[in-house]
């Protein structure tokens, strides 16, 4: 059997456009969860972006309002999460779950009017060398610039954790909050910004897949993506450059089920279907086996609420 | 200038020495009635006539006998998985997979009705009502066993085992045990009779499913109030530490937890599919397994709270479909209005710890 190097390059380049929402939406979460601050809602900011994308870009014809509206979408259902569970104090877990269930009502209510129109094309950069090199070129070219923005998010997003006085802040501030705040930081304020940067790139998330990816409006068309994006932080042990190979092996997960069924394996669909989660329970299973290791890299006051009285 | 600003401050918000319990209770109502204000704001929005809609919504489906009935036969999966998860929080374990038991619960006793179909006899209901307990609680262990053996998160484990619950379910009904003679829908044979809830009024689709969910409130309560295990899950859920403090089997109480929920959960799939349903094909629940977590929070975990508030949440399912019938307002509301209650809820919820107080202008 002759391998043909520029399918292998083909099959590469659908993995990693797969996996840029997933990117997209860990990444927000990190930064979320950096701050100590568990964000359940990812499903539910994810698909309000997608709504929002796909909205905007039908009624105004722009894609720049469409992408830029699907994060201020994401920012402002997030502003919901900030201000119950910053100002009022409630739950992380409840309020989370009450965002998805809430961004799932409220995208397909919007979405009724929008199932079943076709999307716009969306314009990519450094078209003209997609067939410059064999292999190489369908990788590294000719996509748009939110892909291209997606993997350069995980690097810029180290940077700035790692090498930033803000990154320094925000890690301090989910590390432990008590300290944080009596070094004169504002820790509420500081975990309002951290979920609102999370609900954008959640939006972003979204919007890639209804206005590039698909692109069209289906109902609950995020699938299960937003969890797994929470499952990839876990993965990733709170670290953004593992979020990239974490999100590379889902992205995987999801082509090789489209392969499997067109070479016609008999294995049924449902379980191809089934194959990324699985995978998530044991991926996840293998990296918490480790107690130490998670407890080491865990932001210490994850989901836990921080009240200073005054 | 920020002393400036405390000087002329009228109102002054205090925490609370212990939570109020008459709040505890009153919040509840309150979110209700927010989440109706909202609601109205909502239609007009959308451009509904506000009093209109909430009307279409929540009084004119259940207006009738034959809408009682409906909203007893939606209230009662939900009660039923709604107090296996108060087991669960109370004891500060985060089963949100509850949609995943209620779909293998019915999968197994579907599977065990199937094997049943041509035949009758008073010991079959038994036996499938049985089964969809035990698969409930096979599925809901692998989160507990994972949690406690492998330090699992069992928040998106217990998820990511809804889709797959969906997926087994929907091969089976498509492929394996799909009606022989039913042209391929994706659905299996009718159960014979014997393997049906009997109906509690001719006519009418209430069922005798109820009896399970009234007796589920009946035991958990007791355990709750009556036993030192119900004692025990009950600290756990206030502080790990002192639980561990004390000397309680954690490991053993995280799964016995679960095993509960994921039995509560199987029964209210053993309901559906015995009941209403009849058979099994793709979609044995709307999603009762998710908005049952919202009627947990919003019965505040108490069994007769959840009873209550199994009945209000079921309006917004026969709202949602009367809604869309008589005003073409889309069904989703109904999930908007769940969102909405519980946001309401948790917001309100500030009032039990914290109270306004009144300190006038000190010149």
């Known amino acids: 059997m002759i391998i043909d190097i520029n399918f292998v390059g083909l099959i590469i380049t659908s993995i990693m456009a797969s996996a840029v929402p997933l990117i997209l939406a860990s990444c927000g979460e990190l930064i979320t969860e950096r701050s100590g601050v568990l964000n359940l809602g990812v499903e539910g900011m994810m698909i309000i972006g997608a709504i929002s994308g796909f909205a905007l870009m039908t009624v105004t014809g722009s894609l720049i309002i469409a992408v830029f509206g699907a994060m201020l979408a994401g920012v402002l259902i997030s502003t919901i999460f900030a201000f119950l569970t910053q100002t009022l104090i409630t739950n992380h877990v409840a309020t989370g779950l009450a965002l998805t269930i809430f961004g799932i009502g409220i995208s397909a209510m919007i979405g009724k009017n929008f199932v079943g129109i076709p999307g716009k094309e969306f314009p990519v950069l450094f078209g003209s060398l997609k067939d410059a090199i064999p292999f190489l070129s369908p990788i590294l070219f000719g996509h748009s610039i939110v892909f291209y923005f997606a993997f350069a998010l995980p690097f810029i997003t180290n940077y700035f954790l790692k090498k930033t006085k803000i990154g320094l802040i925000v890690r301090a501030v989910g590390d432990s909050p008590d300290s944080a705040s009596n070094q004169g930081i504002n820790v509420r304020l500081v975990r309002y910004l951290c979920i609102l940067y999370g609900g954008a790139m959640c939006g972003l998330g979204g919007a890639y897949l209804s206005m590039i990816y698909t692109p069209q409006w289906i109902e609950n068309m995020t699938g299960g993506r937003g969890w797994i994006a929470l499952a990839l932080v876990v993965f990733s042990t709170w670290n953004p450059i593992k979020i990239l190979i974490g999100a590379m092996i889902f992205g995987g997960l999801t082509i090789i089920q489209f392969h499997m069924q067109a070479i016609g394996v008999r294995i049924p669909v449902q379980f191809l279907t089934a194959l990324p989660y699985i995978v998530t329970i044991i991926v996840l299973v293998v990296i918490s086996r480790d107690s130490r290791k998670i407890r080491l890299s865990t932001p210490s006051s994850l989901g836990k609420s921080f009240y200073k009285d005054n | ?363």
Request: glycine share 10%; with cysteine.
């Open chain 2, 1 to 363: 200038m920020e002393y400036l600003w405390e000087e002329e401050k009228l109102i002054k918000i205090v925490k609370r020495d212990q939570p109020s319990r008459t709040i505890f209770f009153l919040t509840p109502v309150l979110a209700i009635f927010l989440t109706l204000v909202a609601g109205g704001l909502i239609f007009y929005i959308l451009g509904f006539k506000p009093f209109e809609s909430l009307k279409f919504f929540f009084i004119v489906p259940i207006a009738d006998m034959y809408g009682f009935s409906e909203l007893l036969l939606k209230a009662t999966p939900l009660c039923l998985i709604a107090i296996g998860l108060s087991f669960c929080f109370k004891s500060n374990n985060w089963n949100i997979g509850a949609e995943g038991q209620l779909t293998f619960g019915a999968i197994v006793s579907g599977g065990v009705a199937l094997l049943f179909y041509d035949q009758e006899g008073f010991y079959i209901l038994p036996i499938v009502i049985l089964a969809g307990a035990i698969g409930g609680m096979l599925y809901a262990s692998i989160p507990a066993i994972l949690k406690t053996y492998f330090n699992t998160n069992e928040i998106l484990v217990s998820l990511m085992l809804v889709y797959v619950s969906k997926l087994i379910l929907d091969y089976l009904v498509v492929g394996p045990w799909s009606n022989p003679e039913g042209f391929n829908f994706p659905e299996t044979r009718q159960f014979s009779d014997s393997a049906r809830l009997p109906l509690l009024v001719e006519g009418l689709r209430i069922h005798a499913g109820i009896f399970l969910a009234l007796a589920a409130v009946v035991i958990s309560w007791f355990i709750f109030d009556k036993t030192y295990l119900g004692f025990q899950m009950k600290v756990s859920g206030f502080s790990l530490k002192t639980a561990k403090y004390a000397g309680y089997k954690g490991k053993k109480m995280i799964i016995l937890v679960f095993l509960i929920s994921g039995a509560c959960a199987g029964l209210a799939g053993v309901g559906e599919i015995t009941g209403p349903i009849g058979q099994l094909h793709r979609e044995v629940s709307p999603d009762y397994g998710f908005t049952a977590i919202i009627v947990a929070f919003l019965g505040r975990l108490n069994p007769v709270g959840i009873i209550f508030a199994s009945l209000v949440v079921a309006i917004t399912y026969l709202g949602a479909e009367t809604a869309q019938i008589f005003m073409q307002i889309p069904k989703y509301t109904g999930q908007v209005f769940q969102g909405m209650i519980l946001f309401f809820l948790l917001a309100s919820d500030y009032l039990l710890f914290f109270k306004i107080k009144f300190i006038g202008s000190k010149k």
